[in-house]
């Protein structure tokens, strides 16, 4: 960590209540219902560590944004409470969002002026920022972003990726703890989705905590260290990434001309999850070691033409809890 950096963090962190071991992020029984009397989020208790990068995932319309829509205060819970940084929101705003910097829809830039002339107004209505300072905190924020290059070319030139690293930049103004991206990288090519994933990195490395939701899976497993699963709604599931992985049961799969055999075998063995797809028979392994199955089929007549145990990806874990699949492109 360079010193400039910690300097940012221990600045952010000495305005508050906020240690490691309190959450960034903790809402209890969070609830959002609409006149119209959809439940877009159902009683949803989020932790998101300090120092997490935290994948917030699930398909398109599960709840994400108005939860975090609800987070940073932008539309009222129907029911439940919720903490930033250790300070309850909305009553101790104050204290803590100024610490927490949000992508949330697109911040209104000027397309006739040049992203740096943007940058400049903003930080011009932000009343807290020293004017003397601002040429430096607008370059520091381009060059964090790696924009400097591009400071001067209009906004409506600007790839979609330069655009979303713009919005980092504005968010990047000022010092953060914790970064709240909605959807950072949706829309954005592969180039300019590997830019904000490298920079997404690169600022929790730097200390700031961040939630990003996503639909893309691929997104999680290159870039988060924790991940809550949404669907219609309600979280299934959330924890460390590594823990989520290593929750995930191996499957032992036998092919044989003869399925009804060497079902009989391993449902012998105590094996639950059986299923036969044409001469496939696949089965959740548990505790039980490979070796010790493969001469009982032999014994029991079963002629194995294969035999292998799949450990499954992290995508076999989410179809199990969600029943759908991911659009795991990307
Ligand atoms: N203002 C609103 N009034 C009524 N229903 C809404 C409103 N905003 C969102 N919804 C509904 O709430 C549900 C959750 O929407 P939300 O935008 O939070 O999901 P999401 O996971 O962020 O999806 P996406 O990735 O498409 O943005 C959806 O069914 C949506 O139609």
């Given at each position: 960590?360079?010193?400039?950096?910690?300097?940012?963090?221990?600045?952010?962190?000495?305005?508050?209540?906020?240690?490691?071991?309190?959450?960034?992020?903790?809402?209890?029984?969070?609830?959002?219902?609409?006149?119209?009397?959809?439940v877009a989020v159902d009683d949803l208790?989020l932790?998101?560590?300090?120092?997490?990068?935290?994948g917030f995932l699930g398909p398109n319309g599960s709840g994400k944004?108005t939860t975090?829509?609800?987070?940073?205060?932008?539309?009222?819970?129907?029911?439940?409470?919720?903490?930033?940084?250790?300070?309850?929101?909305?009553?101790?705003?104050?204290?803590?969002?100024?610490?927490?910097?949000?992508?949330?829809?697109?911040?209104?830039?000027?397309?006739?002026?040049?992203?740096?002339?943007?940058?400049?107004?903003?930080?011009?209505?932000?009343?807290?920022?020293?004017?003397?300072?601002?040429?430096?905190?607008?370059?520091?924020?381009?060059?964090?972003?790696?924009?400097?290059?591009?400071?001067?070319?209009?906004?409506?030139?600007?790839?979609?990726?330069?655009?979303?690293?713009?919005?980092?930049?504005?968010?990047?103004?000022?010092?953060?703890?914790?970064?709240?991206?909605?959807?950072?990288?949706?829309?954005?090519?592969?180039?300019?989705?590997?830019?904000?994933?490298?920079?997404?990195?690169?600022?929790?490395?730097?200390?700031?905590?961040?939630?990003?939701s996503t639909h893309?899976l691929?997104?999680v497993?290159?870039?988060?260290?924790?991940v809550g699963v949404m669907h219609v709604g309600k979280l299934l599931t959330q924890?460390?990434?590594?823990?989520v992985?290593?929750?995930?049961?191996?499957?032992?799969?036998?092919?044989?001309?003869?399925?009804?055999?060497?079902?009989?075998?391993?449902?012998?063995?105590?094996?639950?999850?059986?299923?036969?797809?044409?001469?496939?028979?696949?089965?959740?392994?548990?505790?039980?070691?490979?070796?010790?199955?493969?001469?009982?089929?032999?014994?029991?007549?079963?002629?194995?033409?294969?035999?292998?145990?799949?450990?499954?990806?992290?995508?076999?874990v989410f179809v199990s809890l969600t029943g759908e699949g991911f659009d795991?492109?990307?």
């Amino acid at each position: 960590m360079t010193e400039a950096t910690s300097a940012v963090v221990s600045a952010g962190r000495s305005g508050g209540h906020h240690d490691e071991d309190t959450p960034a992020i903790r809402t209890y029984g969070l609830r959002k219902r609409f006149r119209s009397g959809q439940v877009a989020v159902d009683d949803l208790d989020l932790t998101v560590p300090t120092g997490a990068v935290y994948g917030f995932l699930g398909p398109n319309g599960s709840g994400k944004t108005t939860t975090i829509r609800m987070l940073l205060g932008l539309v009222r819970p129907t029911a439940g409470r919720h903490e930033l940084l250790g300070r309850a929101i909305p009553r101790e705003s104050a204290q803590a969002l100024p610490r927490i910097g949000a992508l949330v829809e697109g911040p209104a830039f000027h397309p006739y002026l040049s992203g740096r002339a943007n940058l400049h107004r903003l930080d011009a209505a932000d009343r807290t920022a020293d004017p003397a300072t601002a040429r430096a905190r607008v370059d520091a924020a381009l060059d964090r972003v790696g924009l400097l290059a591009a400071a001067r070319k209009r906004y409506r030139a600007y790839s979609l990726g330069m655009r979303q690293r713009l919005g980092l930049a504005a968010v990047l103004l000022q010092p953060r703890d914790l970064l709240i991206l909605d959807e950072p990288t949706n829309g954005l090519d592969p180039q300019g989705t590997r830019e904000v994933r490298n920079l997404v990195t690169d600022l929790a490395r730097d200390g700031a905590t961040v939630m990003l939701s996503t639909h893309l899976l691929s997104e999680v497993e290159q870039i988060c260290s924790h991940v809550g699963v949404m669907h219609v709604g309600k979280l299934l599931t959330q924890a460390p990434l590594a823990q989520v992985r290593s929750s995930a049961q191996a499957r032992v799969e036998v092919e044989t001309e003869r399925p009804d055999l060497a079902e009989g075998t391993l449902r012998r063995f105590g094996l639950t999850g059986l299923s036969v797809a044409g001469t496939k028979v696949s089965a959740l392994i548990g505790d039980v070691p490979p070796e010790k199955i493969v001469p009982v089929l032999v014994e029991d007549g079963v002629p194995v033409r294969a035999f292998g145990v799949q450990t499954p990806g992290l995508e076999d874990v989410f179809v199990s809890l969600t029943g759908e699949g991911f659009d795991v492109s990307g």
